[in-house]
C-alpha cells in the first residue's frame, strides 16, 4: 500500500456520460497529480495541485477537470465521455510539489462502451 | 521543454542475464531523473531516482543507473535477470520545480528461463 488511495478501481460507463474519479494522497503530502496512461497516448501528465491551488497544467480536455479539496483530497471529473478517453488514471501524491517524493496511487481503469 | 527516448519498446533476456534498458532525456534545466516499474494490472513503483548527487544510483531489487550528462544518457541496469523483473520500465525526466513529470514509451522486459 503506497499510501495514497485512488477510488474506484474500476469503472465502465457509456458514451456520453460523466463520471468522478476520487483521490486521497499519503498523509502531510500537499500535492497532487493526475496522469492518464493509455496505449496509443502511453503516460501523460493532466494537471497539478498544490495545497488546493491548481499549480500546473498539462494535456488536459476541456471535458476534464479537477479540483483539490481542503482536506485535500482531489477528484478528476470526465464529461462527455469517448470511447477515446478509457485509460488508467493514476493519481500521485508529494509533499512539497516537486519530483522528488512522488508516490502514485494504484489507479482507475475507466472502460467507456 | 523536457524529453524522454527509451531504445527499444522490448526487451528479452535469459534468467541469469545482464538487464540493460536505454534511456535518454532532454532537458533545458538540471533534470531530475526517475525509473520506475509497472507489474501488470498494478501501478507505478520508483526503483530509482536521480537528484543531481552521486551519478551511480542503486535502487531497489537489484537495479542501477548511471548519469552520464555528456550522453544524455540514464541507462538502467541489473547483472542477472530474474524471472520476477519481467515488467513494464519507465524512464521519467522532471526538470520543472513543480514537479510534473515526462515519461518514457515504456519498454516491456520479458525474462526466459
Known amino acids: 500500500d503506497s499510501g495514497v488511495t485512488q477510488t474506484p478501481k474500476h469503472l465502465i460507463t457509456a458514451t456520453g456520460q460523466r463520471v468522478t474519479l476520487r483521490c486521497s494522497p499519503r498523509s502531510g503530502d500537499l500535492s497532487v497529480y493526475w496522469y492518464q496512461q493509455s496505449l496509443d497516448q502511453g503516460l501523460q501528465f493532466l494537471i497539478q495541485?498544490?495545497?488546493?491551488?491548481?499549480?500546473a497544467k498539462g494535456n488536459i480536455l476541456e471535458r476534464f477537470s479537477a479540483q483539490q479539496f481542503p482536506d485535500l483530497h482531489s477528484e478528476l471529473n470526465l464529461s462527455s465521455l469517448e470511447l477515446g478517453d478509457s485509460a488508467l488514471y493514476f493519481c500521485a501524491s508529494s509533499v512539497r510539489g516537486d519530483a522528488n517524493g512522488y508516490t502514485f496511487g494504484s489507479g482507475t481503469r475507466l472502460t467507456v462502451v | 521543454a523536457q524529453s524522454v527516448t527509451q531504445l527499444g519498446s522490448h526487451v528479452s533476456v535469459s534468467e541469469g542475464a545482464l538487464v540493460l534498458l536505454r534511456c535518454n532525456y532532454s532537458s533545458s534545466v538540471p533534470p531530475y531523473l526517475f525509473w520506475y516499474v509497472q507489474y501488470p494490472n498494478q501501478g507505478l513503483q520508483l526503483l530509482l531516482k536521480y537528484t543531481s548527487a552521486a551519478t551511480l544510483v542503486k535502487g531497489i531489487n537489484g537495479f542501477e543507473a548511471e548519469f552520464k550528462k555528456s550522453e544524455t544518457s540514464f541507462h538502467l541496469t541489473k547483472p542477472s535477470a530474474h524471472m520476477s523483473d519481467a515488467a513494464e520500465y519507465f524512464c521519467?525526466?522532471?526538470?520543472?520545480?513543480?514537479?510534473?513529470?515526462?515519461f518514457g514509451q515504456g519498454t516491456i522486459l520479458t525474462v526466459h528461463p
Open positions: 495541485y498544490y495545497n488546493g491551488e491548481e499549480r
Open positions: 521519467a525526466v522532471s526538470g520543472t520545480s513543480y514537479g510534473k513529470l515526462t
